[in-house]
């Protein structure tokens, strides 16, 4: 793709299924942006009787180098290439459309398999640039103030899929002599409904022989999947966790997050006060503010309360309009009373206020306008949310 326009439907290339793991044509071969250094490993020493520092060798060619031909990584023997070319694929991202913000933030739509689409956005900051990235083609929690739930559960990303979105942004952001510092999971889908592919995903990102990003630079993101959560503290990733928490009774909260019927407030916080943290580190509690809705009065005042106990911090979002769902940002002096009040009380708060949101890129506006599977109401929630628990 091109620089200089604002938005752009170049084509890239088409390759983008789902992991697979047998031989034979090329539709069939491993993809290999789907492997965590360990599984390359134990294909190398079980396949091909090679050492396993290998593994070591080749990520740092892809992953430090950019070169994604086996023919081109020349510390390794001509026989070995030849035998990995027949077994392991690097399919290239398709990148259908990029969108640039005028604060400079940009958007990307990345086609998969079967004319699904999932969104990434490069987000432009003061002093970094953050990667958010998408787990999932839509999102089974019906959270009602987001437009990724208006698509439904469609299917989950393998590690593969979330990792191209990383070498798409990567070769793009060369154009533009930048580079993300951080990653957040907090595109289309809940993360820790797909918890294998993001904790695969998370586990290359941060091989010192691949990307090398420190965990502290990783936020995952969830809306409060009780089960996933302690699975993924029993991962040992030492990677950020962010909650949306965005209500403080379970009244409301039931009302625009219907995970909490599963999981109410108080199981929810009973999760975070157990939760593995390392000295220092802290939960990050995400709370949209929907005008009238979640920013009154009694909301300021039970929110302390309801953290006590547990390592933390607030990140206040103003809530970005989406065309049709209803809602509205609050003023501004609501969300400054709100900051000042809870860091007069010791909270540690901060106000995010969202890029892009020109270009729908902002927190909630991300979706792809494709036919939902099967539409969102409220039987169907219960019926995704029972399934998903059951999966975890």
């Known amino acids: 793709m091109s620089a200089a326009p604002a938005q752009t439907g170049t084509q890239l290339s088409a390759s983008a299924e789902p992991l697979k793991f047998a031989s034979g044509g ?7 942006f789907g492997l965590t250094r360990d599984e390359l490993e134990r294909i190398l020493i079980e396949q091909f009787q090679a050492p396993a520092y290998r593994a070591g060798q080749i990520f740092q060619w892809v992953y430090k180098q950019g070169v994604y031909d086996f023919s081109q990584m020349t510390n390794i023997s001509a026989a070995l290439r030849n035998s990995l070319a027949a077994l392991i694929k690097f399919p290239a991202p398709l990148t259908v459309q990029r969108q640039i913000s005028k604060d400079g933030t940009r958007k990307y739509l990345f086609e998969l398999d079967k004319g699904n689409a999932i969104e990434a956005v490069m987000i432009k900051q003061p002093a970094r ?29 393998s590690a593969g899929e979330i990792m191209r979105q990383v070498r798409g942004v990567i070769d793009d952001a060369k154009q533009f002599g930048d580079k993300f510092s951080n990653v957040v999971f907090m595109g289309m889908g809940e993360p820790l409904h797909n918890l294998k592919g993001v ?28 089960p996933a959560i302690e699975k993924f503290g029993q991962a040992n990733l030492d990677v950020n966790l962010a909650v949306s928490l965005n209500a403080t009774t379970d009244e409301v909260r039931t009302r625009i997050m219907p995970v909490n019927k599963a999981f109410p407030i108080d199981k929810l916080l009973g999760a ?42 607030v990140n206040l979002i103003p809530y970005n309009p989406n065309a049709g769902l209803g809602f509205l940002a609050p003023p501004k002096e609501t969300v400054q009373k709100w900051h000042s009040t809870l860091t007069g009380k010791g909270v540690d708060a901060f106000v995010r206020w969202s890029k892009g949101q020109d270009i729908s890129a902002a927190c909630g506006q ?27």
């Open 26 to 32: 090329h539709d069939q071969l491993i993809d290999f």
């Open 366 to 392: 991300l979706a792809v306008k494709r036919p939902q599977v099967e539409p969102m109401d409220a039987a169907a929630i219960s019926r995704t949310l029972a399934v998903i628990t059951e999966s975890i």
């Open 199 to 226: 904790v695969s995903a998370v586990k290359i990102l941060t091989d010192p022989m691949g990307l090398g990003i420190g965990p502290r630079k990783i936020t995952v993101s969830t809306s409060g999947l009780v």
């Open 272 to 313: 975070l006060r157990s939760y593995p943290l390392k000295p220092r580190k802290k939960i990050t509690i995400e709370y949209v503010m929907l005008h009238g809705i979640n920013d009154t009065d009694a909301d300021l005042r039970r929110l302390p309360r309801l953290l006590e106990g547990i390592p933390s911090k």
């Open 129 to 157: 640039m953050t990667l958010c990235l998408s787990s999932q083609v839509g999102c089974g929690m019906g959270c009602t103030f987001c437009r990724t739930a208006t698509m439904g559960f469609q299917r989950h990303l």
